[in-house]
């Protein structure tokens, strides 16, 4: 059964940093893209960042590009968000996912595989 466990989640002033991880287990993701989604309050989920499990190519929304990093831990099964700069709107439930790579695009719009989401609160 594949699981994807997402944690450090929290309340942060504005201009603070949090780092999100998310643990996978229950298959192989060497075919997969692992990545993050949010969904704020009222909006659409949306796709914010991606990175390929092998090669460690990455992909980012413009919303978050320069201030969020992800990268990922093959040996821990584990990928994860540094959110730098944070800003009130990136308030939001943060969702881990994994997509297979032919699927990967900068538009991308749903994950095969989801994770139960962290909730991230940033104050003014």
């Known amino acids: 059964q594949v699981q994807l466990t997402e944690s450090g989640g929290g309340l942060v002033q504005a201009g603070g940093s949090l780092r999100l991880s998310c643990v996978a287990s229950?298959?192989?993701?060497?075919?997969?893209?692992m990545g993050w989604f949010r969904q704020a309050p009222e909006k659409e989920r949306e796709f914010i960042t991606a990175?390929?499990?092998?090669?460690?190519?990455?992909y980012y929304a413009d919303s978050v590009k320069g201030r969020f990093t992800i990268s990922r831990d093959n040996a821990r099964d584990t990928v994860y968000l540094q959110m730098d700069s944070l800003k009130p709107e990136d308030t939001a439930v943060y969702y881990c996912?994994?997509?297979?790579?032919?699927?990967?695009?900068?538009?991308?719009?749903?994950?095969?595989?989801w994770g139960k989401g962290t909730l991230v609160t940033v104050s003014a």
């Open positions: 996912g994994a997509v297979r790579l032919e699927r990967l695009r900068p538009d991308l719009s749903s994950m095969d595989y």
């Open positions: 229950g298959r192989s993701f060497s075919s997969y893209a």
């Open positions: 990175i390929t499990w092998g090669g460690g190519a990455t």
